[in-house]
């Protein structure tokens, strides 16, 4: 009896332990270890008890500073701690945090890009902070109190506040912020207390009128315009450069300000004057047409034209988010058809059906089942013929312009050599855009405004071996024609000079985006390296598979990726391989296959590593070969390969340029396609079209925006070119 009392008792103690355990669970592993992260960041301060640079408890230990609720944290309050360093890179992981308080501390450097997604309260005022606003504010849709006033945070305030319509208080004081206030603080319908004061802001306050705004102060700034009047009684407005006379009418939308008539004024038309009999005799007349209008307009709209319906639809389409490669582009020129080039190369005019979905685990396994979908079916509306076109012409803008050129002639220009010599100042050094291995480029600019890319091809290259005729090289690469490639426009053939000249791109190269920006250029966004990415395939895909003979291409490189206005790639130095000698030992920057130790090894697979190294640094900004890199990191490929399909490596592998702004399934994604180019053995690597095949699916899953992204990627055009 006594036995089994005591294994009773063991048995409750065992069960209480396990509860005690349960109810007072550690803290969620993913909260802990982005709170080492910004124990470590912020130099390990000895004010911060409790914490630890790596493993603890935070809940269970009650770390200073932290609040939670069961095993996760909800609210970081260090406030007026003296703490310096950072906040670290694992903000994101911190899913339940929804207040947040680092203010009057010593923090610098840029706010962090990543934030606990779900909070409301957001306080990094007083401290030392540069840079811009960060753009995953634009994503704390709960936030309802933000203050980054009292740092030095500068540059123009984005667009990026139309989420948030639940933020009640913001606080940018006391910065260097420059530019207009930004459309999408019209968005802001809950906020009441607005504070930009002390910045450089410039432009109109009207964006605020409708806001129902408590409290604002725009003191010290560069404003412009007059104060609106439904502002004046709540607005601080010293300190601007307010225009002086009688305002305009209210911004369109604006609620006017209703004024009572005197008690003895008569209201009879009769006691109005002839100017106000005129505008109420304007205005009836105005309202008769309309209700006109308006009757014609129902009546035909029944038995509309094709014509009248496009109209509409293209009204329509403004209206609609820019629906970036899910036109006809995307979904008829999946695959190409290589029997439609073999008389131009031309690009095909009749498409194929698309191929079946590529498998989410292996984007290169082929479904064999014959009544496949669409891939990107889900993305193209399905309407009538016309609101498609209207739709094409309108929203899918860019992936028409991504559509290849039709050439109906493969002749290229025969320029002068005395012409050239002018416009790019006699070769002079300061037209300089680059120098390869078979010869520099030029910038020549022409009176009119015309600017084009000469490349003078080094004369020893046709002699010895190298004997090609260059009026059949000329032809050759005349004939290449594809939007993603750079189109040759003339060459001359003058006195020794082999001379061929391009398209002008003022982007430059992508090589120069990745290794060279500068303090004036945004680094390029996740969704526009894509973007860069599957046009450089389909060019690639073109030459490799559109072709007849094939093109092999030997020289793929970032360098050779030109970039116009919108960031669309153009792929350059194509028709030249016959001059490249690619092997191993004398490439020597990353991009050469493991097997070319000779030329004759050289095969389209070569290409597609090629290929897969400039995959390799969009995704990492770094350059293929870097002798500056610890020696276990200067090849890129030997570096990243091991690491691809490993999540936590892969997220550390990422370009810091993006900030943390990227999705990590498309991520991902893009490591898959990348470890399948960069494969060792070039049997294992994909054909070109399969690699288009997966960059389109990636995009299909992503549901891409592009023209929002190219806004925040462009670079600022130089006018002087």
Aim: include cysteine; charge should be positive.
């Amino acid at each position: 009896m006594f036995y089994n009392l005591l294994v009773m008792i063991r048995f409750l103690i065992f069960s209480l332990g396990i509860l005690t355990n349960h109810v007072l669970s550690k803290t969620d592993p993913n909260d802990a270890s982005a709170l080492n992260v910004m124990f470590t960041s912020l130099n390990s301060p000895s004010k911060l008890s409790g914490w630890k640079a790596s493993g603890g408890d935070p809940c269970g230990q009650s770390w200073k500073g932290i609040t939670c609720s069961g095993s996760s944290v909800t609210e970081i309050k260090l406030s007026g701690l003296g703490l310096s360093g950072q906040m670290g890179y694992q903000l994101s992981n911190l899913k339940s945090v929804t207040t947040l308080d680092m203010s009057s501390n010593n923090l610098k450097d840029s706010i962090p890009y990543q934030l606990p997604p779900s909070l409301k309260r957001l306080d990094l005022s007083k401290n030392d902070f540069s840079g811009s606003l960060p753009y995953s504010i634009s994503q704390l849709s709960e936030l309802k109190y933000l203050n980054l006033g009292h740092n030095q945070l500068n540059g123009q305030v984005t667009d990026m506040f139309q989420k948030l319509n639940k933020l009640e208080s913001m606080d940018l004081s006391m910065n260097k912020l420059t530019g207009d206030l930004p459309h999408s603080f019209s968005s802001l319908s809950s906020l009441k207390k607005l504070f930009l004061q002390n910045n450089q802001l410039t432009g109109s306050i009207n964006v605020l009128v409708r806001l129902p705004l408590e409290e604002l102060n725009v003191q010290n700034n560069k404003f412009t315009g007059w104060v609106p009047d439904a502002l004046k009684d709540i607005a601080k407005t010293g300190g601007n450069s307010w225009s002086s006379g009688p305002a305009p009418p209210p911004p369109p939308g604006a609620k006017p300000v209703a004024k009572k008539r005197p008690a003895d004024s008569s209201s009879d038309s009769s006691s109005l004057s002839s100017t106000e009999r005129g505008i109420v005799i304007g205005a009836a007349v105005l309202g008769g047409l309309a209700i006109v209008a308006v009757l014609v307009a129902l009546v035909t709209r029944k038995k509309s034209s094709p014509s009248s319906h496009f109209l509409d639809e293209e009204r329509a389409s403004q209206r609609r988010a820019f629906t970036p490669l899910a036109s006809q582009e995307l979904s008829h020129d999946l695959r190409s058809d290589s029997s439609d080039y073999k008389a131009d190369f031309s690009e095909k005019k009749i498409f194929n059906p698309p191929p079946p979905p590529i498998d989410i685990l292996n984007p290169f396994e082929r479904t064999k089942s014959v009544g496949h979908k669409d891939p990107l079916a889900d993305f193209i509306p399905q309407k009538d013929p016309l609101t498609a076109r209207a739709k094409s012409l309108h929203d899918n803008e860019f992936a028409n312009r991504l559509k290849a050129k039709r050439s109906t002639s493969a002749r290229a220009t025969v320029y002068s050599l005395s012409d050239l010599q002018t416009a790019t100042a006699n070769f002079a050094n300061g037209r300089l855009l680059g120098e390869g291995t078979i010869g520099r480029v030029y910038r020549a600019k022409y009176p009119d405004g015309k600017v084009l890319a000469v490349k003078k091809i080094d004369s020893s290259l046709f002699q010895g071996d190298n004997t090609e005729n260059f009026s059949e090289l000329v032809a050759n690469i005349a004939r290449i024609r594809h939007t993603n490639i750079a189109e040759l426009v003339g060459h001359c053939s003058e006195q020794g000079h082999n001379i061929l000249i391009y398209e002008y791109y003022r982007n430059g190269s992508l090589h120069e985006f990745l290794h060279m920006s500068d303090d004036f250029s945004k680094p390029l966004t996740w969704n526009t390296r894509i973007r860069i990415a599957l046009g450089t395939a389909r060019a690639v895909e073109y030459l490799h598979e559109a072709c007849s003979p094939s093109f092999l291409h030997k020289n793929i490189k970032s360098s050779n990726i030109l970039l116009d206005l919108e960031l669309n790639p153009h792929l350059s130095d194509n028709g030249l391989a016959n001059f490249h000698e690619r092997t191993s030992q004398n490439l020597g920057a990353g991009y050469n296959a493991p097997e070319c130790t000779r030329p004759s090894a050289y095969t389209l697979k070569s290409d597609v590593y090629s290929f897969g190294v400039v995959m390799l640094e969009l995704l990492t900004g770094r350059k293929p070969y870097d002798s500056k890199k610890p020696k276990s990191e200067q090849s890129l490929v030997r570096w990243a390969a091991p690491q691809l399909h490993e999540s936590d490596a892969l997220a550390r592998m990422v370009d810091p340029a993006l900030r943390g702004l990227y999705p990590p399934k498309s991520l991902s994604r893009f490591a898959d396609v990348i470890a399948l180019c960069v494969q060792s053995e070039p049997e294992f690597r994909p054909p070109m079209s399969e690699v288009v095949e997966a960059l389109v699916r990636l995009v299909q899953r992503s549901s891409m925006n592009m023209k929002d992204d190219l806004a925040a990627s462009r670079r600022t055009e130089d006018s002087d070119y």
